[in-house]
């Protein structure tokens, strides 16, 4: 796997987004409900579930780069049949729910950051994940972006 500069750039922007995340802005607090406070600690939980088995999945072909590494094989079964970018999409709903058990609308904006963050991410690696994989456009085809059921999973 050669590691490109954008590899690089996006590594070091979801460090920051990470760090980011790890901070509060007080006057963006708000209260929640009982009911929505426990709906999103189990979508927290779900999310956690849902990030493990893909690492677990991806084994020795896990990477911080959006590059594919090198002779690795295309994951479609499992979490992957789920959604094209699990690791994202539990990234995305982990934060958001997390976000909204504190009652942190900072923690929640980041949450949607981290969206469009990954939504970009993830088209420049789909590019190399088509380079790599030809089987690669039939898996898109059938399988959404972030969750194969959510309307943005933009499956092209």
Do not use: C
């Not at 954008?6 to 009911?35: A, H």
């Not at 690492?55 to 499992?78: A, C, D, E, M, R």
């Not at 504190?102 to 923690?107: E, F, I, T």
């Not at 190399?128 to 959510?150: P, S, V």
Request: glycine share 4%.
């Amino acid at each position: 796997m050669k590691i490109s500069k954008t590899d690089i750039v996006y590594v070091l922007i979801q460090l920051v987004l990470f760090s980011l995340f790890l901070f509060e802005i007080r006057i963006l607090q708000f209260s929640i409900p009982k009911y929505i406070e426990s709906l999103s600690l189990a979508l927290l939980l779900l999310s956690i579930i849902f990030l493990i088995t893909a690492f677990l999945q991806l084994n020795k072909y896990l990477s911080p780069f959006p590059t594919p590494v090198k002779n690795s094989k295309l994951v479609t079964n499992g979490v992957f049949a789920i959604s094209r970018h699990p690791i994202y999409s539990a990234i995305i709903v982990g934060t958001f729910s997390w976000g909204l058990f504190l009652g942190s609308g900072y923690k929640t904006l980041l949450a949607v950051v981290f969206l469009f963050f990954f939504y970009f991410k993830t088209n420049y690696e789909e590019k190399k994940l088509e380079e790599q994989f030809h089987e690669y456009n039939e898996y898109k085809k059938k399988t959404g972006r972030f969750f194969t059921f959510f309307f943005l999973n933009q499956k092209q």
